[in-house]
Structure formats: structure tokens, C-alpha cells
């Protein structure tokens, strides 16, 4: 086929017809998985921590900034559990079967999800002082969002809000006080910035749950 | 209940959200609990306030777990069929709700029974209305479990399950914020008391009426054809809520008495627990006398020493360096008791013991807690507290060194920093090392005239002996 | 437990009117069934499922009288009553399934309220008649689609009723089990009304005592399978005699 030879305006007539398709089964993605209400509950979320963070923090008798460490901890877990059932379509298999590039798709989503729920929470949470504020926030976020999609490769995206949930459970009162550098590994989502190894391990979390989701996508349920 | 209700409510158990929820109540409830076992260890009240406690995050498993439960039937599309039978809806959804409970009841009680094994072979005090407290618990995970359920059939959503665990989570840790009696309408309790005090069972009654009415009004409104009928538990849940939240928060707290008994061990010197706590006595008393050993020929020194559990709040408040915290109350709000110390006894002399974060999961005591104390370090604190002025801004530097060297004699320290967070400053070492450098009646000399001249907030002679050792 | 003898009529339908909002799916149906098979034909979107549902009790209907096993169906309590004696397995059939085989029919047996010592065996009984005996303890996500449309029949016969409501029992039925499964309806119409809801005509021909076809939410045919296969003799649309038929009423609704 050789370009020159065809009319240049039944081209650019054929190409505004092919965004406007791809326009439109976009469209319906993000409304079949979900992305609206998900959108709108991370908001809330973000709203209300915003504002939990401040009464927290002005309580008489807190301590100052660690008064916020349960806004850090459970806001981007909040965000993450909202935008985990937005991972898997309602038919899986059948919408693996369409000749669509999932994982252009997939990468999408996460990095979507990311910026959806870190950026919201990363400008509420620009506090005086810096501690548990934004950078906590957003390593959390990366964090979770890990987990999540991991735990969708595993068990399926509708199953996958346990892990982070479970996980975000036990360690906010098993941790170990005083906090120490050598549990960050594990503590990651209560540790201060300043800690290096957990938002590397936050860090890690993340690049492994979404190459993991990227390749393999959500486990197809068993459910017919 | 008839056998094919039981083999129904077998498959709900085998087949619903059961399993899950007693695998994770039991699973997180063990890992938070022997987390800090230090607070309960060997002691059935703290063993009871520490499973209250940890119920910030068993609640919110329980409640996500009745979401679950109750989304079931719009999950798996089985509304039509459920529809065109017999059976009135609320049977086939108290059976549910049964499982649920069931299974969180069971994970409950493995997390309870594990720390019970280790408190049984030990404890000393078998403990006053404790198990109100536990049976409190368990009204608090049926509760969570019916609410979750009724919003789980109301909200069609998946992830209805995880959010209403975060908000549980969210109430959870705000009740236990708040100083007041609404503190209470959550079956999460804020801190241990170390089991020297107690909840009645009257109002642990309350308590449980309160929680168990909320179950039923939250049943009521998703079973019932006429949900007008959930009124009726409503009230009484509101009714059981007014004396709750209106009444006092932590004064709920009663003192026992009998838990703060002095338990003495055989001999002199005395060193004495309290009965709740007396099971490590026999680790303690020998390596208290053996540094109590250290005081004798000092004039003014230490020849007892008590747990500061049996204290009154006056005599905690005594016994604190410079008489303890000035202008406000003691933290804790709890009513007072009476002196139990006899009459007599010379506090001044007394060595307050602190065993708070000492004791070992295994109920023994611990070489050194998680926050760096050890038993040498309490016991030397007695040194410190001698100081009688208000301790803020006014007190020289001076007096400062001789209270830091007067300490880490009474630990017996040697070269290395305590560990303890406290940090030795380099003229203190000095200044220590000098006063080991003495021959040991010249340093008991010079202990005594420290106590003297703490006790009586003598600055300028507290300067002075500073000085001695430069 | 078998009253079968003193019931009048099993269902007794009189001007029935569902709407939809502004869309009318059933728009007066009259209809009366006794014991025996009786199959209910008609195009996607004609109304059978929605019959069915109000049969079933699950749907209320806008206007008109509904009455089964002599019982009214507006009337709160005789709709117990009616709904011990009713076997139903939806278009769209939900299930548990983490549940096994036996325990889904036996919890539909209690949902029945079926006496309750007489269930183990009810039980067994209905997992038999749909040979899923050698099944009867997998999970039910374990089975097949053709298994798990038996597991359905399964819980719906298993109270033994008066009156069973199938709608597309058949479908994903392989060509055996729909020769078994023709030959159960037969005799389970002996003394009780079933009523099935089809696409496969054939199966009607068979399998059914009388037949309905429904069209734009009407009931356009009442008469036996060789009524139809009659009223089909002079159109030549259709594969078999019994098809012809069906096309040859449905063509005539349209008409009118
Ligand atoms: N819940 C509903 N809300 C709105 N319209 C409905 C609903 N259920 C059915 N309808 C409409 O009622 C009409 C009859 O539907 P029904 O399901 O009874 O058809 P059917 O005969 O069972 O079709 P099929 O053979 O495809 O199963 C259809 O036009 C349908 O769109
Ligand atoms: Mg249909």
C-alpha cells in the first residue's frame, strides 16, 4: 500500500474515526471497571484525611506528629482496597480472549491508580512539621498498591483486598515499640521517611506487584 | 434446635466466612497479643484488659467478615431462588450470622486459651471479675459481626467488607481517645491496668447489653419483613448507651485491693510485691537484696523495697522526683485506694519497684525489656527519686551530675551507658569514675550526704558534692 | 403429603399484567394448569421467564389474580403455604459454590421447610433422579454446567411438588441426560403441574402433555403438542412438524 496514492483527507477522515473508537471502548473500560466510583471514593478518602490528620494532631494531649501515623497508614490502604476491584474485568476470560494489548492496558491501570491515590493524599498532606505527612503518604501508597496487585496475580483482584488489609491490621499493633530500623522490612508502613529501608522495601513491593500484575494479570476466578 | 438446623448451621460453619474469620481473629489476635506479653504475663486481669485491647483489630476482622457473609446472596446471584421459598428470610440469616459468630468466637478463644496456658501454671492472684471482661469481648465481636452483616446485605458492593473493617478501625482508635465515658460504647479498652484494678460486673452488664442489642437491632433490620420491629432492640440499646456514655471514662476503673496485697518474701531485707505480680518474686527478691546490700552503712540508705502497684496515688506521687507531676492529675484517672503499706513504714527509704515492660513472655523476669530497663536500673532509680524539689528549669546544672552519679552507683554501672534511652554525659562518667575511684567508705559517705541533701533540696550542698568529685 | 388429588386447579392465572416501568412484559395472560407436563414456547423477550417469576412468587404483578394450589398469591400468609409446595429453578441459577452437591439440595430442603426427618432421604432421592449420585459430595464449583443445571433441578424436585417451574431446565444438557431428564418430567407430571420454559421445541414435543406458547407477552396457543403440530400443516418454515407449528402460531400473533 503506498501512502501518497490515497487522498490525504479520506486518511485523516479514517484516523479521527479510529481515536474516536478507541476513544470510546476506553470509555467503556473505565466504566466497566469500575474507575468512577473508585475515583470518587479515593476523594473521600483523601478529604477526610486531610481532615482527620489535623484534629488528630491538635488533640490535647497528643504527641505531635505520630498522632498522624494512623491517617498514613490507613488512607493509601484505603485507596488501594478502593481500586483493587478495578483490576480484573467481570469476565476475565473473556475479555482476555479480546485481541486487546492487555499489558499496555494493565500498566496503565497501576500507574493510574498510583497517581490517582498519591496525589491527592501527597498535596493533603503537606504538613508542618514534615514528619508522617506526604512522603509517607505516597511510600505507603506505592506500598499497598504492591501488595494489591500482587496478591490479585495470586488469588484474583475481587480476593486481592486481604492481603493489605491483614497485613495493615497486624502490623500497626504488632510492631514492635520502640520502632527500630531493623523491623523496617516488615514496619515499612509505620516507619518516618527518614527510614531508608522501608520505602525501599515500599519501593520494591511496588516494581514486583506490578511487573507480576503487568505480565501475568488478575487470577481468573473459578466463578462461571 | 433440630438436627437439620445443626447440619445447616455445620455447612454454613464449613462452607462460609467462618473458617476465615476464626483463621485471622486467631492469627492476629495471638501475634498482637504475645506481642506484648510483658503487660499480661502470669497475670489473669492483665491477660483479660490485654485481649480487650487488642480487640481494635479483631473487631474490624469481625466486621468485615460479616460483610462478607451478608453480601453472599448478591454475590452468587441467589436472591431468585431464596425468594420463592417457605422458610422466613430471618431463620436462614440467623443461622449465618451463627457461623460468623461461631468462627470469630473460636478464634477468639484460641487467642485467650493461648495466653491462659501461660498464665495458669503461674499466677498468683486468680483476679477479680475478669472474666466480665472476656465475655465483654466476645459481645463485642458478635456485635461487629451483626452490624457488618446487616451492611453487608444493604450495600451492594464488594469491597463493602474491607472499607467498613477500616472504618471499624477508624471508630476503634478514636473511642480510644476519648477520655470520657462514650470511650466504652466500643468493647475496646485503651490501656492495662496492670491488673490493679477492676471493671464492675454491673457495668460490664451494661456493657454487654449495650452491644448485644446493637447485634439484634442490625439483625432485626435486615431479617425481619416489618423492620419497624428493629425499634425495639434499638431502644433498649439506646437505654443501655445514656449510663454508659454519660458516665465517668477512666474512673470506671476500681482499685483492688486485694491485688495490691504486699507479698513479702521470706527474710530481711524485706522486698515486697504485689499480689497480682507476685509470682516473679522469687527472681526479684535476691537480686533486689543484693543491691540493697550496697546501701547498707549509708546513712539515710534504702533498706526496703515495694512494688509501686500497691501504692496509693498519693504515695506513687511521693515517691516520683520531686513529688511528681506538679499543676495536673496523675495520668491515670482511676479512683484511688487506701494506703496499703503499714502504718509506719518509712516511704523515704522505700525503694519503689516498677516492674512495668520487666516481665517475660514466659513469666519470669525479663534481663532487659524491649525499651532497654532492666531490674538494676529500676531498683537505682530509687537513688534518683530521693531528689524532693520540683524537678524543671530551676534545677542547676550541678544538681544534675551528683543525681546521674548517685544513680549509676546504685546500679552498680560500670563504664557502659545504661541502655535504658537515658544517656550518660561524658562529665558525668567523670565524675562517677572518680567516686568509684574512692575507697568505699568515702564513697558511702558520700551517697549519704547526696540522700541528705536531695531529700532536702539542698541545691548549694548538691553543688558542693558535685564538686568534690571533679 | 401427596394432596395433589384435592386441589382443584394447580395454577390458576387471570389477566395478568407485569410492567416494567413503561415496558409491558406480560399484558393479560389467562391460564389454567392441572397435573401434567406443560411446555411454555415463545421468542426471546415474549414473557415466560417473567410468568414464571410471578409463579414463582418472586415478582409481583401489576394487575390481575394469580392463584396456585388454590391458595392467593397476594395474601402474605397463603403464600407460605404455596411456596412449601413449589419447586422453581431460575433462568439464571445462583448457587455457593464452596457447598457440595448434597448439602446445597439439602439446604434448599430446609429453606422448604420440609419435615425434617424425612430430608436425608428426600435428598438422596433427588440427587438420584438427576444422576448426580456419584457426585453428590464435590463442591459445586467443581462441576460441570451441565452438572450444576442437574444440581438445580436437583434442589427443586427435592420437596416433591405440586407445582415445578423450570425455566430452560435443558439448556447445557448433553443429548443423554436430556433423554433421562425428559423421562423424570414425565413422571413427576403424573401427579404434580410442571411447567417448562424452552427454546428446544423437540423437547416439548416429547416430553409435554400440553403446550403454551406465549408471544409479546400474550399467550397466542393453549392446546397439546399434536395442536400445534396441526396448526402448522400448511407452512412449510421449519425443520419438523412441531416447529412448523410454533412458527405458524407466532406468525399468526403477529398478524393480529
Ligand atoms: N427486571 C426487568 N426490568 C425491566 N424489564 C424487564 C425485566 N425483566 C424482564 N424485562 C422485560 O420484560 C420482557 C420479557 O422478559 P422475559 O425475561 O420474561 O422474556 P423471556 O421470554 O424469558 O425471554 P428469553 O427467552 O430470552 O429468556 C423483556 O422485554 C424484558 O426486557
Ligand atoms: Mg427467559
Known amino acids: 500500500m503506498i501512502p501518497q496514492s490515497r487522498p490525504s483527507t479520506e486518511w485523516r477522515g479514517n484516523h479521527a474515526r479510529r481515536t474516536g473508537r478507541r476513544r470510546r471502548f476506553l470509555w467503556l473500560h473505565v466504566r466497566a471497571r469500575g474507575v468512577v466510583l473508585a475515583a470518587a471514593g479515593v476523594a473521600a478518602v483523601a478529604l477526610v484525611a486531610w481532615w482527620a490528620a489535623g484534629w488528630l494532631v491538635n488533640l490535647e494531649w497528643t504527641g505531635g506528629a505520630d498522632a498522624r501515623v494512623p491517617v498514613v497508614v490507613g488512607a493509601p490502604l484505603l485507596g488501594s482496597v478502593l481500586v483493587s476491584a478495578g483490576l480484573e474485568g467481570k469476565d476475565e476470560e473473556f475479555e482476555r480472549s479480546l485481541a486487546v494489548r492487555w499489558p499496555v492496558f494493565r500498566s496503565i491501570h497501576v500507574a493510574g491508580a498510583a497517581l490517582a491515590i498519591g496525589a491527592p493524599l501527597a498535596v493533603t498532606g503537606l504538613w508542618e512539621p514534615r514528619v508522617y505527612g506526604a512522603f509517607e503518604l505516597v511510600r505507603n501508597t506505592l506500598g499497598f498498591l504492591g501488595l494489591v496487585t500482587l496478591a490479585a496475580v495470586v488469588v484474583g483482584a475481587r480476593l486481592a483486598w486481604f492481603l493489605p488489609f491483614g497485613f495493615a491490621g497486624v502490623i500497626y499493633i504488632a510492631t514492635p515499640q520502640p520502632l527500630t530500623e531493623a523491623t523496617a522490612w516488615w514496619t515499612w508502613p509505620v516507619q518516618q521517611w527518614s527510614s531508608g529501608v522501608a520505602a525501599w522495601t515500599a519501593a520494591a513491593l511496588f516494581v514486583v506487584g506490578t511487573l507480576a500484575y503487568v505480565v501475568l494479570g488478575s487470577r481468573r476466578a473459578h466463578s462461571r | 434446635m ?191 491496668r496492670d491488673g490493679a484494678s477492676y471493671l464492675e460486673p454491673q457495668f460490664q452488664l451494661i456493657q454487654i447489653t449495650w452491644l448485644l442489642a446493637l447485634a439484634a437491632a442490625a439483625l432485626v433490620v435486615v431479617g425481619a419483613r416489618r423492620r419497624w420491629l428493629s425499634t425495639v432492640p434499638l431502644a433498649v440499646a439506646v437505654v443501655a448507651a445514656i449510663p454508659i456514655a454519660t458516665g465517668p471514662g477512666d474512673g470506671r476503673w476500681q482499685p483492688d485491693p486485694q491485688a495490691r496485697e504486699l507479698v513479702c518474701a521470706d527474710g530481711e531485707p524485706q522486698v515486697c510485691l504485689a499480689r497480682v505480680n507476685a509470682f516473679v518474686l522469687d527472681d526479684v527478691a535476691p537480686k533486689v537484696r543484693e543491691m540493697l546490700e550496697r546501701w547498707e552503712g549509708v546513712s539515710g540508705g534504702f533498706e526496703r523495697a515495694i512494688d509501686r502497684t500497691s501504692l496509693s496515688r498519693d504515695e506513687r506521687r511521693r515517691a516520683m522526683p520531686g513529688n511528681g507531676p506538679q499543676g495536673d492529675e496523675m495520668p491515670d484517672g482511676e479512683q484511688d485506694h487506701a494506703s496499703v503499706t503499714e502504718p509506719g513504714v518509712d516511704l523515704e527509704r522505700t525503694v519503689v519497684l516498677d516492674l512495668d515492660n520487666l516481665i517475660s513472655w514466659n513469666a519470669t523476669l525479663a534481663r532487659r525489656s524491649e525499651h532497654g530497663k532492666t531490674l538494676e536500673l529500676v531498683v537505682a532509680e530509687a537513688a534518683r527519686e530521693a531528689y524532693g524539689c520540683e524537678v524543671g528549669a530551676g534545677v542547676p546544672e550541678a544538681a544534675w551530675t551528683a543525681m546521674s552519679v548517685a544513680r549509676l552507683w546504685a546500679a552498680g554501672m560500670s563504664d557502659e551507658q545504661p541502655g535504658d534511652g537515658t544517656w550518660v554525659s561524658q562529665e558525668e562518667t567523670q565524675a562517677f569514675e572518680h567516686l568509684r575511684s574512692l575507697p568505699e567508705a568515702e564513697q558511702k559517705a558520700w551517697m549519704g550526704d547526696y540522700l541528705a541533701a536531695a531529700r532536702d533540696c539542698d541545691h548549694a550542698a548538691l553543688t558542693e558534692l558535685a564538686g568534690e568529685l571533679r | ?251 399468526a400473533a403477529r398478524k393480529r
Open chain 3, 1 to 251: 403429603m401427596n394432596a395433589s388429588t384435592m386441589i382443584g386447579t394447580h395454577v390458576d392465572v387471570r389477566d395478568l399484567v407485569v410492567e416494567f416501568g413503561k415496558r409491558t412484559a406480560l399484558d393479560g395472560v389467562d391460564l389454567q394448569l392441572d397435573t401434567g407436563v406443560h411446555g411454555l414456547l415463545g421468542p426471546n423477550g415474549a414473557g415466560k421467564t417473567t410468568l414464571m417469576r410471578v409463579l414463582a412468587t418472586v415478582a409481583r404483578s401489576t394487575s390481575g389474580s394469580v392463584s396456585l394450589l388454590d391458595h392467593d398469591l397476594s395474601k402474605q400468609r397463603d403464600l407460605r403455604m404455596v411456596r412449601r409446595r413449589l419447586g422453581y429453578l431460575p433462568q439464571q441459577f445462583g448457587y455457593y459454590p464452596r457447598f457440595t452437591v448434597r448439602e446445597f439440595v439439602e439446604y434448599f430442603a430446609w429453606l422448604k421447610e420440609m419435615t425434617p426427618s424425612a430430608v436425608p432421604l428426600a435428598v438422596d432421592h433427588a440427587i438420584e433422579r438427576v444422576g448426580l449420585a456419584d457426585r453428590a459430595d464435590d463442591r459445586l464449583k467443581k462441576l460441570s454446567g451441565g452438572m450444576l443445571r442437574r444440581a438445580g433441578i436437583a434442589q427443586a424436585i427435592v420437596n416433591d411438588p405440586d407445582v415445578l417451574l423450570l425455566d430452560e431446565p435443558t439448556a447445557g444438557l448433553d443429548p443423554e441426560q436430556r433423554v433421562e431428564f425428559r423421562e423424570l418430567l414425565r413422571t413427576i407430571g403424573v401427579d404434580s403441574c410442571v411447567l417448562v420454559a424452552t427454546h428446544l421445541v423437540e423437547d416439548v414435543a416429547v416430553a409435554c402433555t400440553h403446550v403454551t406458547v406465549v408471544s409479546d407477552g400474550r399467550a397466542v396457543f393453549r392446546g397439546t403438542p399434536d395442536d400445534l403440530v396441526a396448526a402448522g400443516e400448511d407452512t412449510s418454515d421449519g425443520d419438523s412438524p412441531i416447529e412448523r407449528g410454533y412458527t405458524a402460531a407466532i406468525r
Open chain 2, 2 to 192: 433440630s438436627r437439620l438446623v445443626a447440619r445447616v448451621l455445620k455447612m454454613e460453619l464449613w462452607r462460609g466466612t467462618a473458617p476465615v474469620a476464626a483463621l485471622s481473629i486467631a492469627v492476629a489476635g495471638i501475634a498482637t497479643l504475645f506481642n506484648m506479653s510483658e503487660y499480661w504475663a502470669g497475670r489473669w486481669a492483665p491477660l483479660a484488659e490485654n485481649l480487650r485491647m487488642i480487640l481494635i483489630v479483631l473487631v474490624p476482622l469481625a466486621a468485615a467478615a460479616g460483610a462478607w457473609q451478608g453480601g453472599r446472596e448478591r454475590r452468587r446471584r441467589i436472591g431468585e431462588l431464596l425468594g420463592s421459598t417457605a422458610r422466613s428470610p430471618w431463620q436462614p440469616l440467623l443461622v449465618s450470622w451463627t457461623s460468623v459468630v461461631l468462627g470469630t468466637f473460636v478464634g477468639l478463644a484460641v487467642t485467650w486459651t493461648a495466653g491462659a496456658a501461660l498464665v495458669a501454671p503461674v499466677a498468683t492472684y486468680e483476679g477479680r471479675h475478669w472474666w466480665w471482661s472476656v465475655v465483654v469481648a466476645f459481645a463485642g465481636l458478635a456485635a461487629a459481626s451483626a452490624v457488618g452483616l446487616a451492611v453487608g446485605r444493604l450495600i451492594p458492593n464488594r469491597l463493602v467488607a474491607p472499607i467498613l473493617g477500616i472504618v471499624f478501625y477508624v471508630v476503634g482508635g478514636v473511642a480510644t481517645y476519648q477520655s470520657g465515658g462514650t470511650q466504652w460504647l466500643m468493647p475496646t479498652v485503651s490501656n492495662s
